[in-house]
Every structure is written in structure tokens, then in C-alpha cells.
């Protein structure tokens, strides 16, 4: 089973809102939450990392996107623990909060799926996608393609579309940085 490339385009953005938005790790380098007037700016390019337009947002929208950022990480950070009841309690607090319901869109002559909030304001659309695209995974046998890289002083998310689901880090950078520390604890 793979996502559907709406699900996978929506599961893109949550990922680079993660990892644009929340602090923590990447690389081996400490990363910060973005501050003042790049918090605007780390969204609109999170909202577009699957090759959309890249939006406006105002300042109220930035912030309740990083605060639902904030909370999927939890879910990404509890699906690689293996606490997936955790993980899918976090979604369905999500999935209430972001009042997420589902209606089929026309674009072009196809019908998709779309998960909106209670109004259609930049950010509640966002929120309620993003929550609807973890519960899709959480719901089906993909739960356990959420990850967080297991590289030493990286916290950054991905979602596995590796054929047999066996990824295990955020970027090739970090494959290599690992493999690279391997080679030189054997050669001593």
C-alpha cells in the first residue's frame, strides 16, 4: 500500500512544518524555532514544500500553525517510539481541535478529498488537513512509516516511501554522517 499523492502531499508539508517550525536538532546542529518575521516566512515556505504556490501569512496564522507544528511532532515522536495509542490520541485531539471534516473539491474533472476546518481561512484549512493526513496514516498499515532520524543529534521528522520500509533517517546527509562515524570507529 502506498499514499495517494494528495495524502503524500499533505503528509510533505506536516513534515517541513515540523521541521521548519519546531526546534531541536538537524545535522548534529542545534536548530531554533524561527523568531519575529521569519516565523511568517518558515511557514509560507513549509506551506509550499510540495511545490505549491507559496502563500501570505499573517502573523495570527503563523502562530497557530507552529503551535499545531509543535503538537505533530509529538505524534511523529510517539509513532517511532512505538506508542502508537499515544500517537493516535494526539491525532484525534488534532482531528477535534481543528474542527477537520471532509468534502470533495472539484479540480479540473477530478473530485479529491479534502479535509477543511469550520471556515476557510489559510490556517484552519492547513490545521485540518494536516491532522487529517496523520490520521489517514495512523489509520491504515503505513502508521509505522512516521519517523524521526535516528542520527545522533538530529531530531528531524520524515515520512518513509521507501518500498520496504526500512528508512531510518531524515536526509542522506545524516545516512552519511552516520555510516562515516561507523567507518571511523572501526578504523581505530
Excluded at 2 to 30: C, E, I, W, Y
Amino acid at each position: 500500500m502506498k499514499f495517494d499523492s494528495h495524502v503524500m502531499s499533505v503528509l510533505t508539508t506536516s513534515v517541513d512544518a515540523v521541521n521548519r517550525l519546531t526546534g531541536g536538532h538537524a545535522l548534529g546542529q542545534p536548530v531554533e524555532e524561527p523568531t519575529g518575521a521569519a516565523r511568517r516566512a518558515a511557514v509560507a515556505d513549509a506551506l509550499s514544500a510540495d511545490g505549491r504556490p507559496r502563500p501570505r501569512v499573517d502573523a495570527l496564522e503563523a502562530e497557530v500553525l507552529i503551535a499545531v507544528a509543535v503538537r505533530m511532532r509529538q505524534v511523529f515522536e510517539a509513532v517511532h517510539a512505538g506508542d502508537t495509542d499515544r500517537a493516535a490520541r494526539e491525532v484525534n485531539a488534532l482531528l477535534i481541535d481543528t474542527n477537520a471534516r471532509p468534502q470533495l473539491d472539484k479540480a479540473g474533472d477530478q473530485w479529491n478529498l479534502h479535509f477543511h476546518g469550520p471556515d476557510t481561512t489559510l490556517a484552519n484549512g492547513w490545521a485540518a488537513g494536516w491532522a487529517a493526513g496523520l490520521a489517514i496514516a495512523m489509520g491504515s498499515d503505513l502508521a509505522g512509516r512516521l519517523g524521526v532520524c535516528a542520527a545522533p543529534s538530529c531530531d528531524r521528522v520524515f515520512v518513509d516511501e521507501s518500498k520496504n520500509s526500512k528508512r531510518r533517517f531524515c536526509s542522506p546527509q545524516c545516512q552519511s554522517r552516520v555510516k562515516a562515524a561507523a567507518h571511523r570507529a572501526r578504523a581505530r
